[in-house]
């Protein structure tokens, strides 16, 4: 196991990590972005229900987006403190700008939950609208104060 080499994330001293939206990676073209919610390691951590209802509204917004066609991946932290977005072939600050408008739009919605049948999830009694728009309402927040120099992980 000794040549086994660490995956990027777990360089990242996650005891200093602060909420924000950080560039995690660059492979090539493709940028994966962690819009870290919650503080690790604070004992605060986000349930099920939130992470899976989140996932759901941001990838069906974000897939319908400005920037739709180049949306490779959007998904949940195993650590529960934030979500994962791979983009290629964007500037990272217009990535920021449309994240920002895709929780807006999360925020103004008012309707059933995107996917929320047993033929198109595997787990669709789980969702809970409510609960991702509290975790996003507070995540705006952050993301308000986020300037792009910001975007590079502080250690």
């Given at each position: 196991?000794?040549?086994?080499?660490?995956?990027?994330?777990?360089?990242?001293?996650?005891?200093?990590?602060?909420?924000?939206?950080?560039?995690?990676?660059?492979?090539?073209?493709?940028?994966?972005?962690?819009?870290?919610?919650?503080?690790?390691?604070?004992?605060?951590?986000?349930?099920?229900?939130?992470?899976?209802?989140?996932?759901?509204m941001f990838a069906t917004l974000m897939r319908n987006s400005?920037?739709?066609?180049?949306?490779?991946?959007?998904?949940?932290?195993?650590?529960?403190?934030?979500?994962?977005?791979?983009?290629?072939?964007?500037?990272?600050?217009?990535?920021?700008?449309?994240?920002?408008?895709?929780?807006?739009?999360?925020?103004?919605?008012?309707?059933?939950?995107?996917?929320?049948?047993?033929?198109?999830?595997?787990?669709?009694?789980?969702?809970?609208?409510?609960?991702?728009?509290?975790?996003?309402?507070?995540?705006?927040?952050?993301?308000?104060?986020?300037?792009?120099?910001?975007?590079?992980?502080?250690?």
């Amino acid at each position: 196991m000794d040549s086994i080499k660490r995956i990027t994330s777990f360089t990242v001293n996650h005891n200093v990590l602060e909420p924000g939206f950080y560039i995690s990676r660059i492979d090539g073209d493709i940028v994966t972005y962690d819009l870290r919610t919650r503080k690790p390691n604070a004992d605060s951590y986000m349930d099920h229900s939130t992470m899976h209802t989140a996932e759901h509204m941001f990838a069906t917004l974000m897939r319908n987006s400005e920037i739709a066609d180049d949306v490779v991946y959007f998904g949940p932290m195993g650590c529960q403190t934030g979500f994962y977005l791979l983009v290629k072939n964007h500037p990272h600050m217009e990535v920021f700008e449309v994240t920002k408008k895709v929780i807006e739009q999360i925020l103004a919605y008012d309707g059933p939950v995107f996917g929320n049948s047993a033929v198109e999830c595997g787990n669709y009694r789980t969702l809970n609208l409510d609960a991702a728009k509290k975790e996003f309402a507070a995540y705006l927040e952050v993301l308000k104060n986020v300037e792009e120099a910001d975007f590079v992980y502080k250690q």
